[in-house]
T-cell receptor, first 114, second 111 residues
Framework: DTEVTQTPKHLVMGMTNKKSLKCEQHMGHRAMYWYKQKAKKPPELMFV???????INESVPSRFSPECPNSSLLNLHLHALQPEDSALYLC?????????????FGQGTRLTVV | GQQVMQIPQYQHVQEGEDFTTYCNSS?????IQWYKQRPGGHPVFLIQ?????EVKKQKRLTFQFGEAKKNSSLHITATQTTDVGTYFCAGPYTNAGKSTFGDGTTLTVKP
């Protein structure tokens, strides 16, 4: 199984809502990532978890809250988002968390904040 | 900090023509990766280069890493419509955790 599975695929939420994005991998990878990608832009790293511990937080606003319940799962909790947070949110995993290992990306969650 | 610049931003070619995208870093890279993202899709890993002067081939795709490990290129010979998408290079994270995806080159192929 070389897949990273993300749910939901699409999400529309109001600015007062709380929602969560989910990501799962069963490749035994010890690093998992959240990226944000705006249209016609490269993926922008948000968080890196290495061995279930948060190792990198790219100065992301606190309205985004990551969680790694175990080595296979990664969540991104969303609260009080702004319309400019609308984007494709990509989860990825790799053997290590330094950018020196092949990363597998999920299909992404296309988020619209209204 | 480490930055990876990628050019051109867009390339439109006729099917059968060649295509090249270039990546340049302000600092020496320990490795560089290349990804392809189809329209509406997600990035898919293509290759990783580690050694100075390294050249790797995948069918019609040729990847190079510069001698100084500050630049890299991806060359596609005789493009096909299946090659359309955006090609990103990506360097490793710095100690500060900075991610280093290039801005990408979007390739369109006219049949």
């Amino acid at each position: 199984d070389t897949e990273v599975t993300q749910t939901p695929k699409h999400l529309v939420m109001g600015m007062t809502n709380k929602k969560s994005l989910k990501c799962e991998q069963h490749m035994g990878h010890r690093a998992m990532y959240w990226y944000k990608q705006k249209a016609k832009k490269p993926p922008e790293l948000m968080f890196v978890y290495s061995y279930e511990k948060l190792s990198i937080n790219e100065s992301v606003p606190s309205r985004f809250s990551p969680e790694c319940p175990n080595s296979s799962l990664l969540n991104l909790h969303l609260h009080a988002l702004q319309p400019e947070d609308s984007a494709l949110y990509l989860c990825a995993s790799s053997q290590g968390g330094t950018g020196k290992h092949k990363a597998f990306f999920g299909q992404g969650t296309r988020l619209t904040v209204v | 900090g480490q930055q990876v610049m990628q050019i051109p931003q867009y390339q439109h070619v006729q099917e059968g023509e060649d295509f090249t995208t270039y990546c340049n870093s302000s600092t020496t890279l320990s490795n560089i990766q290349w990804y392809k993202q189809r329209p509406g899709g997600h990035p898919v890993f293509l290759i990783q280069l580690v050694k100075s002067g390294e050249v790797k081939k995948q069918k019609r795709l040729t990847f190079q890493f510069g001698e100084a490990k500050k630049n890299s290129s991806l060359h596609i010979t005789a493009t096909q419509t299946t090659d359309v998408g955006t090609y990103f290079c990506a360097g490793p994270y710095t100690n500060a955790g900075k991610s280093t995806f290039g801005d990408g080159t979007t390739l369109t192929v006219k049949p």
